[in-house]
């Protein structure tokens, strides 16, 4: 928004200053031309009259004579005061003695002075002062027409653009209420609500996200909950029907792995539940990756699988210990499970990157399947005799890379021919 306001307000000042000043020195110039030659004009005779005038007074005529004789009701005037009477700054004087008139203007007059340099004497020559011309206000009407239909069209352009990311705005949240989650707002670098549409869009893939994952929880609940509550329903009335102790037992034993089943599975689905909420705190804190690798292999305990682990010295990023445990814990966990015999656990770094690869010599995962397996409730393939998990682990290692800014890789692995996971951080410079 604060693209917005200043956009705003500096098209609204640059049309309105720098209209209203061209079109006022526009107006100035065709006005000023006309009045400044008519005036010159003007002056111009009365200076040559009043220089003639000066010249036979100084030379021929009695001057107090002559401004008796003077018509009384002229509007021009003559007057004569001495020299001495008439003090001038060194510019003026300097010019004034050389012979050139001089020109001052009083309220409603302008006095032409004149030098009688033999008597020692000026000659006032007064003159009204020619009258304003009238003002051509039809002009000034056009002219000011013109500055407010010009600050109106520019504004106008300024608001197209804004009009247009608004309506595509509507349109898209339109069309997301509808359903169409998959919506999103194409953001340009010149809109001016960029920050709203990116707002618009985060909240639109947070939605989807929720969308989809609801409607995953809602099949593994149908799925995966209703298989140990057929199962239990139907060991319970095998046990009322049976007096064989035997048989009881067994089915004791039954109820009771279908009873824990379903137990890990409502833990399953509340540990991801919670995972969702928007609310969960990351505690940000240097955490050395080399070490946190070791303790989440020492943590695996004994298994039939050979862990090659691949450390590079110490290693920081930035983090909450308890989650990046988590992660990989399941990265861990979900190589061991499709391994054949061998895990490889690497940590490397190259400029102000970070990098966790877990790989194993399993069948790997084909590409067609590798974004999926990153959705709550999706299973990979299992080999026979393989115990089957619920489909989270890659999702809440894909969650906790997002809440770390990271970003997660599946490819094959070129040593081993498996699978191959890796987890880019940025690393913290001045521990690295």
């Not at 300024?158 to 919506?183: C, I, M, N, T």
């Not at 298989?227 to 048989?247: K, Y």
């Amino acid at each position: 928004m604060k693209k917005l306001s200043f956009s705003l307000l500096f098209v609204v000042l640059s049309a309105a200053i720098g209209l209203g000043w061209t079109l006022d020195n526009f107006f100035a110039q065709l006005n000023a031309p006309e009045r400044t030659s008519s005036q010159s004009n003007e002056l111009l005779s009365y200076r040559q009259m009043g220089e003639a005038l000066a010249k036979a007074l100084d030379q021929q005529i009695d001057p107090v004579t002559f401004l008796e004789a003077w018509p009384k009701n002229s509007e021009l005037t003559l007057s004569l005061i001495m020299q001495a009477e008439l003090p001038l700054p060194k510019e003026l004087q300097v010019n004034f003695l050389q012979g050139r008139a001089l020109e001052l203007e009083s309220e409603n007059n302008i006095l032409i002075h004149f030098l009688l340099p033999s008597r020692q004497q000026v000659l006032i020559l007064s003159i009204p002062k020619p009258s304003e011309p009238e003002s051509n206000e039809g002009l000034r009407l056009v002219f000011t027409s013109v500055f407010y239909l010009g600050i109106l069209s520019i504004v106008l352009l300024w608001l197209y653009p804004l009009v247009r990311h608004l309506q595509h705005l509507r349109q898209s949240a339109k069309a997301f209420g509808e359903g169409e989650l998959d919506q999103r707002v194409i953001i340009t670098r010149t809109s001016y609500i960029a920050d709203i549409e990116k707002e618009f869009n985060r909240m639109a893939q947070r939605i989807q996200v929720l969308v989809d994952d609801n409607k995953l929880l809602g099949n593994a609940v149908s799925h995966d909950l209703r298989t140990p509550l057929a199962r239990l329903r139907f060991g319970i009335e095998a046990l009322q029907q049976t007096d064989n102790q035997a048989n009881r037992e067994k089915y004791q034993n039954h109820i009771s792995r279908d009873i824990d089943e379903m137990e890990k599975l409502v833990a399953v689905l509340l540990n991801y539940a919670r995972m969702e909420q928007s609310m969960v705190e990351v505690k940000q804190q240097p955490v050395e990756l080399n070490s946190l690798v070791k303790q989440c292999l020492e943590v695996q305990g004994a298994t039939d699988k050979d862990i090659i682990w691949q450390p590079a010295g110490e290693i920081y990023i930035q983090g909450d210990e308890h989650y990046l445990s988590m992660l990989l814990n399941n990265l861990i966990t979900n190589a061991l499970t499709h391994a054949k015999s061998k895990v490889q656990v690497a940590v490397s770094s190259e400029l102000e990157q970070v990098y966790l690869k877990v790989s194993d010599d399993g069948p790997g995962i084909p590409k067609d399947k590798r974004f999926e397996l990153l959705k709550p409730f999706t299973r990979g393939e299992l080999r026979l005799g393989q115990q089957s998990g619920y489909g989270m682990g890659l999702a809440i290692v894909n969650r906790i890379i997002q809440w770390h800014q990271g970003r997660l890789k599946i490819d094959d692995s070129v040593d081993l021919g498996g699978a191959e996971l890796v987890v880019s951080f940025l690393s913290i410079k001045g521990h690295n």
